[in-house]
């Protein structure tokens, strides 16, 4: 079962400093020191509770991934890879002494499994005009191609409590009930996305979507089509999220 659950925002090398510049912003976070075992990575740190969004700079992205703790790694790799999960290692052999598991969806979504340790969930931003405004969810963008061997897998792998959707674009949420600071939106890709890979991309949620959505375009957002509840926009390096109506808290 998974407990408290870390977003990686995944950017190639040149691209890191712009998108730690916005996140850091958007999220009212400063930007760490990059990590000193791995400096690929820095955390944006919250001035109160445990920091849960983090840059990686690599040969990938923009993209966005899921780091899930786990009470036994080993373990839960085994029990992970029985119910339809791949491996990330590329024919290399794991190794006890990691600190984590690298492993892929049904349909290619990377998912890294982390070792458990006590963390608190941060509250939500409070920007000066009084709105609150948090990142809040993870949604799974699944393509019709895996979209039952998805919904299957993520249920089964985080053993959360389901809550079926009654909207076509939407298979259901799986909520944490207080255990991570994000829950997961699994959605379904529509029919004129060609994908035929699992992605994710983030939701923020606030008290005033529209007002939160004028702020990021402040610090450099592109406004996109807009629903019932939610705005989607692209940040300055060419990642689509989305702000909605969950709440921030």
């Not at 691209?15 to 912003?25: G, H, K, P, T």
């Not at 409590?161 to 009654?166: F, K, L």
Request: net charge negative; glycine share 10%.
């Amino acid at each position: 079962m998974f407990g408290f659950c870390h977003v990686i925002i995944d950017v190639p090398p040149r691209l890191a400093e712009q998108a730690s510049a916005f996140w850091s912003a958007a999220l009212g976070w400063p930007a760490g020191d990059p990590w000193p075992d791995h400096p690929e990575f820095r955390s944006l740190v919250p001035p109160v509770g445990d920091a849960y969004v983090h840059l990686q700079t690599g040969d990938h992205g923009p993209r966005i991934h899921l780091d899930a703790t786990v009470q036994d790694i080993d373990v839960e790799t085994s029990r992970l890879l029985a119910v339809g999960a791949g491996s990330a290692r590329s024919g290399e052999a794991a190794s006890t002494a990691a600190p984590w598991e690298s492993l892929l969806s049904p349909g290619g979504l990377p998912l890294c499994l982390i070792r458990s340790r006590p963390a608190v969930v941060p509250p939500p931003l409070q920007t000066p005009d009084g709105n609150r405004l948090r990142l809040v969810q993870v949604c799974v963008d699944m393509p019709a191609s895996s979209t039952e061997q998805e919904v299957a897998f993520w249920r089964t792998a985080s053993g959360w409590h389901w809550v079926p959707s009654g909207i076509e674009a939407f298979a259901g949420k799986l909520h944490h009930r207080g255990a991570s600071p994000v829950q997961l939106l699994l959605q379904r890709l529509g029919d004129t996305d060609s994908s035929t890979t699992t992605r994710a991309h983030i939701d923020l949620g606030a008290d005033d979507v529209e007002s939160a959505v004028r702020r990021l375009e402040e610090l450099g957002a592109t406004r996109g089509p807009t629903g019932d509840g939610w705005v989607v926009l692209t940040d300055p390096v060419g990642m689509t999220f989305c702000v909605t109506g969950n709440a921030p808290d």
